[in-house]
């Protein structure tokens, strides 16, 4: 009679490494002491002192963007390589690691995620609250229609000096901080009309309707994208925010860094 190795065999067998999301000392050791087999922590600390470690920014709670996320670090640090063969164990339904899955590291789907999150100057849950917020504007547009929005996040103070306003600033007075339901409907509400948001590292809304005024010199943007793609990617350049574009034109959402484009996400495929 056929036992379970025989079933799930296959799904452990030519592994190239082992992904442990958060283990506990004991569920790690239990790995470390297998002969021949790498062995990558991937959480939000390394309370195991695994020498192999991928910080996790936030603990996500999709299990498929913390996997994504860990496998993207994996790939940017180069412990793993492309067409590895990989087990991911975390955790579903409670601490423990609960749920297996094998899965191949593909370097043609890097997104850029790592690298916008790791290193920059907001916090991290400030940073995801941003993306999401302009991915939501890409799949449902301002009452039906496109809109374009350009999101400076971190570095606020430096990137009020590089800018302008082009109209009365109605967070001047508030201590509204983005993510807030409410305070996400009004971005929403304000993002058809001209100039950046900017959001301090900690998510509270400084400004609205900036004309952002960084030298253009030197930035290198990909052909097609406008002056407010430009604007974005400069201002991260001079400063150390990062921006978040969404194109009114092709709908994407694109970050920038260190005058660098780092990420591009189609909405409707989020």
């Known amino acids: 009679m056929a036992g379970l190795d025989d079933v799930f065999g296959d799904l452990y067998a030519s592994i190239d490494a082992v992904l442990l999301f958060s283990p506990s000392g004991s ?36 299990i498929k963007e913390r996997i994504k996320f860990g496998l993207e670090g994996a790939l940017e640090q180069d412990l793993i390589e492309d067409g590895d063969q990989l087990i991911c164990a975390t ?22 995620i790592y690298d916008l999150f790791v290193k920059s100057r907001a916090e991290p849950a400030v940073i995801k609250a941003v993306l999401e917020l302009a991915i939501e504007l890409g799949k449902k547009g301002q009452k039906g229609k496109p809109v374009g929005a350009l999101f400076v996040v971190g570095d606020a ?37 001209d100039g950046a948001f900017v959001i301090s590292d900690a998510g509270k809304i400084v400004s609205a309707y900036r004309y952002l005024e960084p030298s253009a010199e030197g930035v290198d ?20 925010a990062i921006t978040i574009v969404l194109s009114e034109s092709d709908g994407l959402v694109r970050a920038f860094k260190a005058g660098e484009l780092i990420l591009e996400v189609d909405p409707e495929a989020y």
């Open 27 to 62: 569920y790690y050791e239990r790995f470390a002491d297998v002969d021949d087999l790498d062995v990558i922590v991937v959480g939000t600390e390394n309370p195991v002192n695994a020498d192999v470690f991928v910080e996790l920014p936030l603990a996500f709670d999709d």
């Open 91 to 112: 955790s579903l339904y409670g601490d423990e690691i609960d749920t297996v899955s094998r899965v191949r590291a593909d370097a043609e789907t890097h997104t850029g």
């Open 157 to 193: 103070g430096k990137v009020m000096n590089k800018s302008r306003p082009l109209s009365y600033n109605p967070f001047e007075k508030s201590h509204v901080h983005v993510g807030d339901p409410i305070v996400n409907v009004m971005l929403k509400e304000f993002s058809r009309l």
């Open 221 to 240: 943007i990909p052909k097609g994208l406008g002056a407010r793609h430009m604007a974005g990617g400069a201002i991260t350049r001079d400063t150390n």
